[in-house]
């Protein structure tokens, strides 16, 4: 009785294996539920940031907080990359004619229940002024105190000149869903915490 000689893998469907499980499926998941490098474009974040700086963009925060695992996330004073809510004028761009949503960095300055306002050029959160070392100089016009609602952070950008932060001041609380992680952790070109 003869068998028959099994066909070899076709070399397509053994390089198919062999990069896009064994090497994209991994990178996949790790730059989408660990963390990524996210790159500083802008003067928002001056003093603390400027453009170039290269940051770890954690991600797994997010998804423990979404599926309901604790972790502390997020916090005031964390750096935040988010992209803007989409019903604001400043949500949207254009780049060699494609609309999509960027992504920004600022700082979570207040949490959902939290009120916060500006007074005398100072941020206000739950009546109390934030003494805010990061912060640029500038003039701040102040905003009546308002609560940040559940599902939201209330976001600035450290850079507090006048017209230097498009931030919740103008678009309002960002959603939580908005928010793909914290970015406290600078790799380049001056490695370590950013000040919090």
Known sequence: MS?????????????????????????YVLTTFVGTLAR??????????HTGDVLL???YPRWQRTWGLGGAFPRRGDLVVFKA????????ETVWGVRHRP??????LALA?????????????NGRALAEPYASEGFVQDQAARVVP???VWVMGDNRRLGESLDS???????????????????WPQPGSVPR
């Open 169 to 187: 001041r103008a678009y309002g609380p960002v959603a939580l869903r908005d928010v793909a992680g914290p970015a406290d952790v600078r790799l």
């Open 113 to 125: 229940g939290d009120t916060v306002g500006v007074t005398d050029g100072r941020v206000t959160v």
């Open 57 to 59: 963009l954690l991600k």
């Open 3 to 27: 068998g028959a000689t099994p066909t070899p893998p076709h070399p397509l469907a053994a390089a198919w294996r062999t990069w896009i499980v064994g090497a994209l499926l991994p990178v």
């Open 150 to 152: 559940a599902g939201t």
């Open 85 to 92: 809510p989409a019903d604001s004028p400043y949500a949207y």
């Open 40 to 49: 500083v474009d802008g003067d928002s974040m001056n003093p603390t940031l």
């Open 103 to 108: 992504y920004n960095i600022k700082r979570v």
